[in-house]
């Protein structure tokens, strides 16, 4: 099981989580690009992917740094940047790494943490390890935004989450295949606050042949004063919590939290 997510598992992982519907229609990216726009400088994002919301945000004029650990997210990434125009390459740069140990000898005025990325950060010493090195690459009073899942108590530990259920129904692709996908929770460590995730590709081949394609990989689940906790270890202090992408203030239905914090210490 790839403790980062599982996303380098096989080359096809990062073209499948381009095809995967509700990704592309997720509000977060407008939230994002707006952060991004307002920052109104250099922005790092970590766990960029395959720049769902870094390509947006540097075709809206931002200049963007994007860090990801999987070769493969980052190979599509770069795939789809060099189909963009000179202006939006040059405001571009991706690196390969790791969000817990990295160095890039820059500052950034707002650092992002989409869709969850930081749930893949397992062991407390990983989290804190990365937020400490978010903390040093931000100017003075940069931001950081990150968003993880609202914890659903009777969701999270729901021994029937063991059984496959359908994410989204078959759709044929452009060039004549088909996919869908179903998930499930294949093991439950609520002691760890950690379920193991299996995204399960059905790709049906223009041969008739189906492909049953499985991500796997453990996600860290976290509460909200356990993240404000975190966030004040690392030199950061919480300006807004939000429960949604349309910055509704966190409530007890909200489906996300979403921390903006900002760097109130420099950590040495
Ligand atoms: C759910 S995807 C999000 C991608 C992108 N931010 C988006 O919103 O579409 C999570 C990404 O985090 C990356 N990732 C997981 N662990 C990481 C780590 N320790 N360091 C850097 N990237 C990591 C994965 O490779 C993957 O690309």
Do not use: E
């Given at each position: 099981m790839n403790k980062h997510g599982g996303y380098d598992d096989q080359p096809i992982m990062a073209e499948l989580y381009d095809l995967v519907p509700g990704y592309a229609k997720r509000t977060d990216i407008d939230f994002y690009l707006q952060c991004c726009v307002a920052a109104g400088g250099s922005i790092l994002e970590l766990g960029?992917?395959?720049?769902?919301?870094l390509l947006p945000a540097a075709e809206a004029g931002c200049r963007v740094t994007g860090l990801d650990v999987s070769p493969h997210m980052l190979a599509q990434c770069q795939q789809k940047l060099q189909r963009k125009s000179h202006s939006v390459q040059s405001r571009v740069r991706l690196v390969h790494g790791d969000m817990t140990n990295f160095d890039l000898a820059e500052l950034f005025h707002l650092a992002i943490v989409p869709f969850?990325?930081?749930?893949?950060?397992?062991a407390v010493d990983d989290q804190l390890t990365c937020l400490r090195r978010i903390n040093r690459h931000l100017s003075t009073r940069g931001q950081l935004i990150l968003d993880v899942f609202q914890v659903d108590l009777k969701k999270i530990?729901?021994?029937?989450?063991t059984e496959e259920s359908e994410d989204f129904a078959e759709y044929e692709l452009p060039d004549g295949r088909r996919l869908r996908r179903a998930s499930r929770?294949?093991?439950?460590h609520p002691a760890d606050q950690v379920n193991d995730v299996e995204l399960i590709y059905y790709l049906t081949n223009l041969d008739g042949t189906t492909e049953r394609i499985v991500q796997a990989f453990p996600f860290r689940y976290i509460f909200r004063y356990e993240m404000e906790h975190l966030l004040a270890r690392c030199g950061f202090r919480v300006i807004d919590l939000f429960g949604n992408f349309d910055k509704s203030p966190l409530a007890d239905n909200s489906p996300e939290m979403i921390f903006v914090a900002e760097k109130c210490e420099n950590l040495d």
């Open positions: 960029c992917g395959t720049g769902r919301i969850r990325a930081f749930q893949h950060v397992i530990n729901n021994p029937r989450a929770l294949a093991a439950l």
